[in-house]
């Protein structure tokens, strides 16, 4: 069984909005932050656009991302889910989301030790 699993993505015109969910068990509770990051069409390179401390304190966001999107995590069901509320979306934002788990924060992909399948957002009119 994943240990990561995204949902909610899907096509959605500009100006919109979407919720993304990323479901972590074990991984929340276990001391993981928690980051969302994307890859755009003809990309090779995942971008960080968004991390959760284990904590839940502390939120970090990319420049393209802030003041739109919102990370959070569910008061509930052990604090498993994390979720990517994204507001204003811009065609540029179309791109395959990734959640991810690490020991840390960090806007390197390469620092995540857990990675989900990825849902698809497609933002078009």
């Known amino acids: 069984q994943a240990r990561v699993q995204e949902s909610g993505g899907g096509l959605v015109q500009p100006g919109g909005s979407l919720k993304l969910s990323c479901r972590a068990p074990?991984?929340?509770?276990?001391?993981?932050?928690m980051g969302w990051f994307r890859q755009r069409p003809g990309k090779e390179q995942r971008e960080g656009i968004a991390?959760?401390?284990?904590?839940?304190?502390?939120?970090?966001?990319g420049d393209s991302v802030e003041g739109r999107f919102t990370i959070s995590r569910s008061r509930y069901n052990a604090k498993n889910t994390v979720y990517l509320q994204m507001n204003s979306l811009k065609p540029e934002d179309t791109a395959m989301y990734y959640c991810?788990?690490?020991?840390?924060?960090?806007?390197?992909?390469?620092?995540?030790?857990?990675w989900g399948q990825g849902t698809q957002v497609t933002v078009s009119s």
């Open positions: 991390c959760l401390s284990w904590s839940g304190e502390r939120a970090y966001y």
């Open positions: 991810a788990a690490a020991g840390r924060c960090s806007a390197n992909p390469q620092r995540y030790n857990y």
């Open positions: 074990g991984l929340t509770s276990d001391g993981y932050a």
